[in-house]
């Protein structure tokens, strides 16, 4: 199995920047389908993006991120990250990293996802 911990998330203006991190023990991470998901008060938590670590790298992200965040993994550091440009205040949600097994590479249901973080807030101010 595989042990996940969100860090970077803070309060920052609209039209800011933040990256988060998310750190992997356990299992050599490479094996493993990740994605991010958001979750803000009162709604369902929705996913965010996904990454396929090949030779290259194959991305999906939600419509509403598109442009403006980018993964990227690093596995010999069992790291992956989520740059986020030019925040908007609907952007504020708790930040999560997901990792599975199984999972069809840029999988977009939370419901696939076996392994979680504890998240990370990310606020985003007018």
């Known amino acids: 199995q595989v042990q996940l911990v969100e860090s970077g998330g803070g309060l920052v203006q609209a039209g800011d920047s933040l990256r988060l991190s998310c750190a992997a023990s356990g299992r050599s991470f490479a094996v493993y389908t990740t994605a991010w998901f958001r979750q803000a008060p009162g709604k369902e938590r929705e996913f965010v993006g996904s990454?396929?670590?090949?030779?290259?790298?194959?991305?999906w992200y939600a419509d509403s991120v598109k442009g403006r965040f980018a993964i990227s993994r690093d596995n010999a550091k069992k790291m992956e990250y989520l740059q986020m440009n030019d925040l908007k205040p609907e952007d504020t949600a708790v930040y999560y990293c997901?990792?599975?097994?199984?999972?069809?590479?840029?999988?977009?249901?939370?419901?696939?996802?076996?392994?979680w973080g504890q998240g990370t807030q990310v606020t985003v101010s007018l």
């Open positions: 997901a990792a599975d097994l199984v999972a069809p590479a840029g999988t977009r249901s939370p419901n696939e996802y076996l392994y």
């Open positions: 990454i396929y670590w090949t030779g290259s790298n194959i991305t």
